[in-house]
């Protein structure tokens, strides 16, 4: 049904309440988790915005095999923005169950005791520096910082960071969201320190490089979604690569030429990762919602697009994995390095104590 282990089917241990359950055996195991989450009927997530890591697809696949009905709130929202909501609608039935938040942003929740602790069934196969140790988050999918490009209205598109500061892209590069409250938009910060003698410890070089990317006039506050790209607003647009393969799909027959690049300067890998609200107003839904997410029914759809499911590796060996989709990334030298939770958390507080004043708002 999931794709659980056997154990996992029935459990022998006398099953907790939902709220409480650590896997789904302690809630009963699977089919008593699908029964209880059936019953609540509901699922409120939050920031999901169709069109991202084919989050419509999931949407759909999750309602219709469970029949569950899945609630957006504020579909274009970013990480802090979640945390806000989780915070400000306690103990309300529209509270979000489920959240969707990068890295830095998932530990900040965790450590503000937002967040219950729940192992997936394929918890122990998701690599240690993709998850929490006490469960309470795991990254589920993720790619690399790319830049996109519209040849069609850029004679020569940009492969760099250190290009994206040449007088030619005056007011064309975008990035989306800001990093003090956008998971997207912090990666590319980072990337960008990379590019520019920073590192995982040392992420100003990124914010002092926007500084200058807005000292040439280079650097463009619009949001790169694909209606702004279609109108020729965001010209280039630094995203991760998922969202930026997504736009040349998106955009067929609109006259834009997307072209996307990982640049070669700045290569930055991150995931973003699933967490469950501790006061969930649907806990069982929330439970269910985590083990769909990595089934390989979950991960595979990940990959129609173009995101990386963070299990990939595993997959591959057991035979689940998506080939043909697989296939169809872009290569990328190298094997990714990822910060410590100490290197993001020292790197977020610097983007929010230096982004506005550094670069402006």
């Known amino acids: 049904m999931l794709g659980l282990g056997a154990c996992q089917e029935g459990s022998t241990t006398r099953p907790v309440d939902p709220s409480r359950a650590g896997s789904a055996e302690e809630a009963g195991g699977t089919t008593a988790l699908i029964k209880a989450a059936k ?6 997530t939050i920031a999901l915005p169709r069109p991202w890591a084919n989050y419509g697809t999931l949407i759909d696949g999750f309602e219709k095999k469970y029949g569950i009905r899945v609630v957006v709130d504020d579909p274009y929202g970013h990480s802090q923005q979640e945390i806000d909501a989780v915070k400000r609608y306690r103990g309300q039935e529209r509270a979000p169950d489920v959240l969707d938040v990068g890295d830095s942003f998932a530990q900040s929740a965790a450590r503000q005791n937002l967040l219950a602790p729940y192992r997936v069934a394929p918890f122990d196969q998701i690599p240690a520096e993709q998850k929490d140790p006490e469960a309470r988050w795991y990254n589920n999918y993720g790619g690399y910082v790319s830049i996109g490009c519209d040849a069609a209205r850029v004679r020569t598109c940009p492969e760099s960071f250190a290009d994206l500061l040449q007088p030619e892209y005056k007011g064309l590069v975008a990035i989306h969201g800001e990093p003090t409250v956008a998971g997207s938009a912090f990666a590319a910060v980072y990337a960008a320190a990379l590019a520019n003698g920073g590192s995982f410890d040392d992420i100003q070089p990124g914010i002092d490089f926007f500084a200058r990317l807005d000292k040439v006039g280079n650097y463009n506050r619009a ?14 647009s630094i995203e991760w690569d998922y969202l930026n393969l997504e736009h040349i799909d998106q955009l067929r027959g609109t006259g834009v030429k997307w072209k996307v690049s990982i640049p070669f300067d700045g290569s930055f890998s991150q995931y973003y990762a699933q967490a469950i609200n501790k006061d969930a107003p649907h806990p069982a839904a929330a439970r269910l919602w985590q083990e769909y997410l990595f089934s390989p029914e979950g991960q595979n759809l990940r990959l129609v697009d173009y995101a990386r499911p963070v299990l990939m590796d595993a997959m591959a060996k057991d035979g689940t994995l998506n080939k043909a989709l697989a296939a169809r990334l872009p290569t990328v030298e190298g094997t990714p390095q990822f910060p410590t939770e100490a290197q993001l958390n020292k790197a977020l507080r610097t983007v929010r104590e230096n982004w506005a004043k550094d670069v402006g708002s």
Do not use: Q
Request: aromatic share 0%; hydrophobic share 30%; no cysteine.
């Open 39 to 44: 019953r609540e009927g509901r699922l409120n």
């Open 223 to 236: 949001d790169p979604n694909p209606a702004a790209i279609a109108r020729g607003k965001t010209p280039i």
